[in-house]
């Protein structure tokens, strides 16, 4: 029988297949044995997620159900296995059903691949998870929750020894990076019935540089023994940066930063984190926000807060004192107004051209003690009160609407600390408020961008310099830019260059290769050419950058697309294998710059936990130390001559702040520019001082430029009421007087008289705009700049022409100094009683003709009487003999008939 041999050997060849696959088909006692996929293999015994062989498919969890379950790698400990650590591999995840059906009977077991080869296949393999299966557990073990509904979500933890193979022990025996795997399975209750297989899948990476001294564990007598490491060069940014809790003038809008900078707070304990660490010398570089530092240190001084449910209202003038100016008091702050309803108050630019009914020339008019009215603002506080309390040493009239903040002592310690950490380690100081550069030059703001880069080196330089004497200088950075997303455009990289800095530290993603490539820049040191205008070839500069090496902190989105939970943990987990794996591999020295990002969803345990593995790191002798500021300067390596272009993203572009809230800052920005020109600084006793008005707002633009009002604008928005409510205060103290009656123009060049009036305590330099009358020929000579002293009134004669009777109306306005409106048009009635030119030359030419033809009459008057005075001086003209007509002797033209009989006598009837 023929076939009997080849039935034999088939049967032995299944025997030992299935003997040789049984650790993986094998399960847990009162478990299934064997949760097969849906073609039949059992979990585990796959070597890839690509069934087709052809790699070209994205990752996916393997089987029909093995997405069914999301994760969150919540911890793996530890986080590098050193000769220092514990022999026990412990995991800790957050499981979430994400499918419809209920999963039952939740196990889960460790598998894990070789050691990776290089840094090249580590990256592979951060990309694309294989299923490992060099080491597999032989039995699976229940979750503590072994039930979940659809939408429910657990924590479990695994744990297994890291060397040997008792009791699941994963068998690591050498240094290096291996993929390790979390395979669930459980049971799928379908409408149709129950359905065992594999739910989920949770990818991980144990990172090995030594193993645990106590195991005893050598390398193999067959294999040669792995190198050591070689360090590689590592920066760790450290951010140190809030939303603006200050508004305008030192109030600020909320009390919430004491928690914040308390013991237990989020920025005191990250800066707690840096300040204890034991980071190596060089490996950490603390980032700061200035307006940060100014928000401790106004804090430390006292400091008042508003008031819940209020918002802080239009800033008043500063007063001066008795015998000085507005720069005399002792304490220079506007006091503010505040309203209950939330919004900003401020009086009518149009109440003084309403009020006013013509004061004579010079005529003082009393200061008010709001900018446009004779009474305080509602809530509001006279301005005079705070600046004569505090010129006298009396406690100041705080501002109404708020309370005194609570902060001080928590200020003052938190204070301390950032000194401590400025002195010790180099610290990068960001442009004050951390503001979204990329946006502000967009929109045109590069003056304020300077603005904020000048104040931010001061701020930073007075409030981290200890006045202690003795105390150590602070280690400030002011010349290396840190833009938010580490994106620019070559239009902010300019503006940068210009305002001082030499530096910078970008994302890869705003960078491509040579002109031309397209290439992808690589971390490092790099130069980037700058290009002027749309013109790429034009020469804007250079700017020596060193590139973050994204690919180390991956962001979360990849990693969540390739089964690794995408939170913090799993960046940490994958950023170690890759500096671990380029420590291994001996060949790659690149500086690495780690930028985990500056937002306030960095927490506490985040930066510890990142610290931590660093600093293990480094003990294994897998890192050191970089400096930024020597990546940055003149000794930057050889790799710093790549040349690089910018392209900023259009991620970048899309997070930027709204355009709408851009285009109010610009706005106001220019406001105040413009009024800065027409508020003149004091020159007599007397005269405010508007700077103690002007440069309060200033800053408060500078505080709403912060890139961490992107998701949240509310801070900055009520920063900007505050603004806007402050100049239209003051530019409605300035405005043109108006009657309600009409003004006469008694002749062709009759000047109008206009009356202007200053209500403010500053001195004021405006001019007067006249529109409108063209109809009637109306010409206005422009005036020219006006000052009109404080709180008096003046009259401006202002020549004009006009060609005809008529009324008329005149829009008039006031314009600053540099051409921009001030306060809302005043329309004027005027009436016009002069003849015009044309008119006059009308007349003069109807009396010309009228005279002409009186002459000429006159004239034919005269010959026909000297004619009649020829005649009678000549005597009477006999008949002629034909009987013709005779001339009358008296010169009447009669006719004479020829028959003397014809004649009637006198007394004969006719």
């Given at each position: 029988m023929s076939g009997g041999p080849v039935r034999t050997r088939a049967v032995l060849v299944v025997l030992a297949a299935t003997l040789l696959l049984w650790p993986c088909l094998a399960g847990p006692t009162g478990t299934p044995a064997q949760a097969r996929e849906p073609d039949g293999t059992t979990n585990g015994e796959t070597t890839g997620t690509d069934p087709t062989g052809t790699g070209d498919q994205p990752w996916a969890p393997y089987g029909e159900f093995a997405g069914r379950l999301a994760f969150a790698l919540d911890d793996l400990s530890p986080a590098v296995v050193t000769a220092t650590a514990a022999d026990t591999l412990t995991l800790t995840a957050t499981v979430t059903n994400t499918g419809p059906d209920v999963l039952a009977g939740l196990t889960a077991r460790f598998q894990r691949g070789d050691a990776v080869t290089d840094t090249a296949a580590l990256q592979e393999r951060i990309d694309r998870p294989e299923q490992p299966v060099a080491v597999i557990q032989p039995t699976f073990t229940a979750l503590s929750t072994t039930t979940l509904d659809p939408g429910a979500t657990a924590t479990f933890t695994l744990t297994a020894p890291i060397t040997g193979t008792a009791a699941g022990g994963l068998d690591l025996d050498r240094p290096g990076v291996y993929p390790l795997m979390v395979n669930v399975n459980g049971e799928v209750r379908e409408p149709d019935g129950a359905r065992e297989a594999r739910v989920g899948e949770l990818h991980a990476l144990i990172t090995v540089l030594a193993l645990p001294a106590d195991t005893g564990t050598t390398d193999t007598a067959d294999e040669p023994a792995t190198p050591g490491p070689t360090p590689v060069p590592v920066d760790l940014t450290w951010p140190l940066v809030d939303r603006p809790h200050l508004g305008v003038d030192g109030v600020f809008l909320d009390d919430d930063l004491v928690a914040e900078i308390s013991p237990g707070g989020r920025l005191y304990e990250i800066a707690a984190a840096l300040a204890g660490s034991g980071l190596p010398d060089g490996s950490a570089t603390a980032v700061v926000d200035p307006r940060l530092l100014d928000e401790v240190d106004r804090m430390t001084r006292g400091y008042r807060v508003l008031a819940p449910g209020t918002a802080q209202g239009a800033l008043q003038p500063v007063l001066p004192t008795e015998g000085g100016t507005g720069g005399d008091t002792a304490e220079p702050t506007s006091s503010t107004t505040t309203t209950a309803t939330g919004s900003s108050t401020a009086p009518s630019a149009g109440s003084v051209a309403g009020s006013v009914t013509g004061s004579p020339t010079g005529t003082a008019a009393a200061p008010p003690t709001t900018p446009a009215s004779g009474a305080p603002a509602a809530g509001g506080t006279a301005a005079t009160d705070t600046a004569t309390a505090a010129a006298s040493g009396t406690d100041a009239v705080e501002p109404a609407g708020t309370v005194a903040g609570t902060g001080t002592t928590a200020a003052q310690r938190f204070l301390t600390l950032l000194r401590e950490i400025a002195a010790a380690r180099q610290t990068v100081v960001l442009p004050y408020s951390d503001p979204d550069v990329v946006a502000l030059v967009q929109a045109g703001l590069d003056g304020q961008l300077t603005r904020s880069v000048e104040l931010g080196r001061t701020v930073a330089e007075r409030v981290l310099t200890d006045p202690t004497p003795g105390s150590p200088t602070p280690d400030l950075d002011t010349t290396t830019a840190l833009p938010p997303t580490g994106t620019l455009d070559d239009s902010t990289a300019a503006a940068l260059l210009a305002a001082g800095y030499t530096s910078a530290v970008l994302s890869p993603t705003t960078l491509t290769g040579a002109e031309g490539t397209g290439d992808t820049v690589a971390p490092g040191t790099v130069t980037v050419d700058i290009r002027r205008g749309t013109d790429a070839a034009a020469d804007g500069g250079t700017l020596p950058a060193v590139v973050a090496d994204t690919r180390v902190l991956l962001d979360a989105g990849p990693l969540a697309a390739a089964g690794r939970g995408g939170g913090w943990t799993s960046r940490l987990n994958v950023m170690t294998a890759v500096l671990a794996q380029r420590s291994l591999d001996g060949t790659d020295t690149t500086p690495t710059v780690l930028v985990p990002g500056r937002t306030t969803g960095l927490t506490v345990t985040d930066l510890t936990r990142l610290a931590e593995t660093v600093q293990t790191l480094a003990g294994a002798g897998a890192v050191t130390g970089a400096p930024l500021r020597q990546l940055t300067s003149g000794d930057r390596p050889a790799a710093s001559d790549r040349p690089v272009t910018l392209a900023y993203p259009d991620a970048a572009r899309e997070a930027q702040l709204a355009p709408a809230y851009l285009a109010r800052l610009a706005d106001l920005d220019r406001a105040v520019t413009s009024t800065g020109t027409a508020l003149l600084p004091p020159q007599v006793?007397?005269?405010?001082?508007?700077?103690?008005?002007?440069?309060?707002?200033?800053?408060?633009l500078d505080v709403a430029t912060s890139s961490t009002l992107r998701d949240d604008p509310a801070p900055g928005t009520a920063v900007l009421d505050t603004v806007e409510a402050t100049l239209a205060g003051v530019q409605g103290g300035v405005g043109i007087a108006s009657s309600g009656g009409s003004y006469t123009l008694a002749s062709s060049t009759s000047p109008l008289a206009v009356t202007l009036r200053n209500t403010t305590p500053y001195r004021v330099q405006v001019g007067l705009q006249l529109t409108g009358g063209q109809v009637v020929g109306l010409t206005v000579v422009d005036p020219g700049l006006q000052t009109l002293l404080?709180?008096?009134?003046?009259?401006?004669?202002?020549?004009?022409?006009?060609?005809?009777?008529?009324?008329?109306?005149?829009?008039?306005?006031?314009?600053?100094?540099?051409?921009?409106?001030?306060?809302?048009?005043?329309?004027?009635?005027?009436?016009?009683?002069?003849?015009?030119?044309?008119?006059?030359?009308?007349?003069?030419?109807?009396?010309?003709?009228?005279?002409?033809?009186?002459?000429?009459?006159?004239?034919?008057?005269?010959?026909?009487?000297?004619?009649?005075?020829?005649?009678?001086?000549?005597?009477?003209?006999?008949?002629?003999?034909?009987?013709?007509?005779?001339?009358?002797?008296?010169?009447?033209?009669?006719?004479?008939?020829?028959?003397?009989?014809?004649?009637?006598?006198?007394?004969?009837?006719?």
């Open positions: 006793a007397g005269e405010a001082d508007p700077a103690l008005l002007l440069d309060p707002l200033r800053e408060a404080p709180g008096r009134s003046a009259q401006v004669s202002v020549e004009t022409t006009v060609s005809r009777v008529a009324s008329f109306v005149v829009t008039s306005r006031l314009i600053s100094p540099d051409g921009r409106a001030w306060g809302e048009p005043v329309p004027l009635p005027v009436r016009s009683t002069a003849y015009g030119a044309f008119t006059v030359i009308i007349v003069a030419v109807a009396g010309a003709v009228l005279l002409l033809m009186v002459v000429l009459r006159i004239r034919q008057r005269v010959r026909g009487r000297r004619a009649r005075l020829a005649a009678e001086a000549a005597g009477a003209v006999a008949p002629p003999s034909d009987g013709a007509p005779r001339t009358d002797p008296a010169g009447a033209d009669a006719a004479v008939p020829a028959d003397p009989a014809a004649t009637p006598s006198p007394t004969e009837p006719r």
